[in-house]
């Protein structure tokens, strides 16, 4: 119970200054009379945001599933990749280059070349930019989690005449669990803010992102700011659900409770 406590009173700091910043923002659009086309008021966001809840919330799930899609393929794919680079060196001299290279690559510039590799109405474009925006994150996180394994671990498997197969599966790979559920935890907002970004640069207009763009260049701001604050909920939703995961599935990871 205390544990609970403390993690709910994690949550008063943030609300309190989010509800001071709308409040403030609120405020001063009144008070200065900014025009609509300019800024609009938080309290008119809200109301687009419930007269437009039905396709905010379609939007939503063409974006969370490309999303979805992405973390869960670039998870896959980054996890063995790592794996593979961890157990044969020459794999790991050739991956961990490449994988850094093609991730200092703007997504403006990747996301363009996809686009035109394929149908103007395919979504795969951007399930490949959330899968390699994923596969970064946890290849990077597993890899760590691999070579900082206890040396006293591994001196004891070595006495009981482990080899080095059984020392990998018995020590490495159980280390690197708490690694790779901490980079899908950075890696579940990660592919939301990708999805919503790769819909700026063509394919159909089902999304988040392009739904945004389009109703700010007509300047039905309150709209688009609704849209934008369905993309922060997504993005919450997936971090949420990824923390969730990750105290399930990494319990030893927990920190215990104080007495």
Same mark, same amino acid.
């Given at each position: 119970?205390? #544990?609970?406590?403390?993690? /709910?009173? %994690? &949550? @008063?700091?943030?609300?309190?200054? !989010?509800? *001071? ?41 063409? #974006?969370?599933?490309?999303? /979805?899609? %992405? &973390? @869960?393929?670039?998870?896959?794919? !980054?996890? *063995? ?92 790979v159980p280390n690197a669990m708490a690694f790779l559920f901490t980079g899908i935890r950075v890696a579940a907002p990660l592919t939301v803010i990708t999805a919503v970004v790769a ?26 700011l609704a849209y934008v604050a369905g993309a922060s909920v997504l993005g919450l939703l997936f971090f949420g659900i990824a923390a ?16």
């Amino acid at each position: 119970m205390n #544990s609970i406590a403390r993690r /709910l009173s %994690g &949550l @008063v700091p943030p609300i309190v200054f !989010g509800a *001071l910043f709308l409040g403030a923002w609120e405020g001063f659009v009144v008070w200065r009379h900014v025009k609509p086309f300019v800024l609009v008021k938080p309290s008119q966001v809200w109301s687009a945001g419930l007269d437009n809840l039905d396709r905010i919330t379609d939007a939503m799930q063409v #974006s969370g599933g490309n999303a /979805l899609i %992405g &973390l @869960v393929a670039g998870t896959i794919l !980054g996890s *063995l990749v790592a794996l593979m680079a961890a157990g044969v060196r020459w794999i790991g001299e050739l991956v961990n280059p490449l994988a850094v290279a093609v991730n200092a690559i703007p997504i403006v510039v990747l996301i363009a070349l996809f686009t035109r590799l394929y149908e103007a109405d395919s979504e795969t474009p951007r399930r490949i930019m959330t899968t390699l925006a994923a596969f970064f994150v946890v290849f990077v996180n597993v890899s760590r989690g691999l070579r900082q394994s206890s040396p006293t671990q591994l001196e004891l498997m070595r006495s009981f005449a482990a080899t080095p197969v059984q020392q990998f599966l018995k020590v490495r790979v159980p280390n690197a669990m708490a690694f790779l559920f901490t980079g899908i935890r950075v890696a579940a907002p990660l592919t939301v803010i990708t999805a919503v970004v790769a819909e700026y640069f063509g394919g159909t207009r089902n999304g988040l992102g392009a739904s945004i763009s389009g109703f700010l260049s007509i300047s039905k701001k309150d709209v688009g700011l609704a849209y934008v604050a369905g993309a922060s909920v997504l993005g919450l939703l997936f971090f949420g659900i990824a923390a969730i995961l990750e105290y399930v599935a990494v319990p030893w990871q927990r920190r215990p409770d104080s007495r």
